[in-house]
Structure formats: C-alpha cells, structure tokens
C-alpha cells in the first residue's frame, strides 16, 4: 500500500512542493541553549544528550556538503536539499560570540549558497527565537521552516522535563513566527508521566486548531549520560513505552490530526552507543514497516476521527 493514503508524510509533501525528492542535510553551528547557559537553566531538558545527534557538517569545510550530497544522491536518489540546523538552540549562539546576529546572518547564508539548496529548517526553542532572527531568516529569500520544541501541552510535564517555558510561551511563538508566512513544526514527545488518551487527543486538537504546518513525533527515549537516565536507573523514571504500546498511542494522536498537517517524524531512534531505552528502536530497519503493519491492521489514518 501506498503510504501516503495514510498519512501525510514529509517525503510526500516535498516531492509535491518542489516536483522532485528532496533531502535534509544537517549542518553545524556554535549553538547553546538558554536552559543551559544559566538564562534559564543550567541543566538542560531531562532527557538531552545532544551528542548523540547524528554528524554533520561544518560549514567551515565546504567539500564536506559536496561530498554529503554526492553520497545522498547516489545511495538515495536525492534532487535537492535543506539545510537543516538541529543542534541546541539553533538561533541562540554561544555567549563567547560578541555579534550574535551577524553570525547567524552570514551561517545562515553559508548554508543556502549551494545551488542545491531549497531551504533551510531551523530548530529552537519558543523562548530562543525573536523578530531579530526571524528578519534575518526572511532575508534569505528561501523557503523556511522553524522546528520548535513544545513535547507536551500538560504544564507538570513541561516542569519534570525541565523545559523551562509554558505552553503559552509557545503559542506566542508561533504567533509570532506566523506573521511571517514560514512553515512551522512542533515536536512533541509520547510517553510523559502524566499522558492519558484523553490527552493526546487534546494535544491533537491543540495542533490542529493552531497555526502549526507539522509536527515531529517522538517516544520518551533514555540517553546515557542525562538525568533521565539517572532516574531511570534508579527505578525512579515513568514506564518507558512498548514497541506496541507506542504505537497505540501514536495510532491515537494520528487519527485526530488533521489530514493537512504535515508529519516530519514518526519515532525517534539514536545511536547504540547513546541508548538505554528503548531498545526497540536501536534498529530502524523494519521499524516504520511495523508502524504502517500497525496502523493498517487497526484502520487508522490520519484524521479519520475528528
């Protein structure tokens, strides 16, 4: 079966944007993070290991995006890219970096120079993000995307993951971000203490009744070297989720989202090295195969229930 009469998938949605297949690649910056630098934390959200992402590239070495893309067309058929930011807070530079805003104007820049290049996608936080940025982003003349953390709409889950905004903060940002006409991702994580059915159908409802485009689906993951996996070596830490109880509560959410909302991710995986839990998705091969298995085998689609 086709899946894109299941959900709408990213892939999807580019390749009817842009008329071709069109990939991510993940580029560097000198990033922080306000829960992290002391503006509104120090000890980040519980489950942060941003090591643990995936490498990119450093826009200091150009022949490392010549060679990233060589190797995504080849191995995968790509026709055209977006550069893509993921790390920290990735409109809040270092404190060491005197001129914030014109580093971000000239990396930016940099990123979308390549002809290649069809846009650029930056993730960040509700409480990292201004009109300052957001006019630097538009100079671009390229499509833009702001990915931006929410996790949750259940305030007592906001504070034990330490994020350190409200979900109003949120919603201001993505009023703000609106105005100027770029597409905007929520991501959103399953498997929080204090998550009901209940709520994630008011989590679907908050986003389709938002100015939000998309949204980015992950399980409560445990990385080494964080606090949750303190926790949860301390057998302190809520129910990490089943393979198969991810996927009913993901088949929840999928159902009352609306059709037009765009859908960037379905789970999260990280690498063996920075794994404890769970260990279902330490192997991506198969794992999305088994989600449409799931999703077919119960009749879901996205927004069949409304």
Known sequence: MDYSEIINRIGDHWKLKYGKKIFKITMHGDFTCPNLDGTVGNEGCIYCNMKALEPYIDLKENSEIEHHMKYLKERNGAEGFIAYFQDYSSTYPVQSIEDKFKYLDQLYRNAVSHPDIVGISVSTRPDAISKTELEILKSLNTDVTIELGLQTINESDLEWIGRGHTVKQFT????????????????IILGLPNETDEEIIELAR????????GVKIHQLTVLKNTRLE????????????????????????????????VIHRLYTDAPSKDLVAPLWCSNKTGLQDRIFKYFIENG???GSIR
């Open 172 to 187: 201001d940002a993505v009023e703000l971000i609106s105005g100027y006409g770029f597409d905007i991702v929520a991501h």
């Open 206 to 213: 908050f986003i389709n009744s938002s100015k939000l485009n």
């Open 230 to 261: 303190k926790l949860y070596n301390d057998n302190k830490a809520p129910e990490i989720l089943s393979e198969n109880e991810y996927f009913r509560r993901l088949g929840i959410l999928v159902s009352y989202l609306k059709k037009d909302v």
């Open 300 to 302: 879901i689609r996205q």
